[in-house]
């Protein structure tokens, strides 16, 4: 069975290897479309959803 991984926003950070605050930027400012769960007040990321992130980060040359 499948199980979903999920990541508070200090480790979807630290996976990422950028501060917690420039998810929280992203988050408010839309700037990347990473998506988020929110439940209550507390924020979650699926690692599903980080590395598909990444995925559309790959570049081949700068013209990208």
Do not use: C
């Amino acid at each position: 069975m499948f199980k979903t991984i999920f990541l508070n926003p200090a480790q979807a950070a630290e996976y990422l290897q950028i501060k917690p605050a420039t998810l929280a930027v992203w988050r408010s400012s839309g700037r990347y479309n990473l998506p988020y769960v929110k439940v209550g007040g507390r924020v979650q990321y699926r690692l599903q959803d980080i590395e598909a992130f990444i995925s559309t980060r790959v570049h081949l040359h700068t013209g990208n």
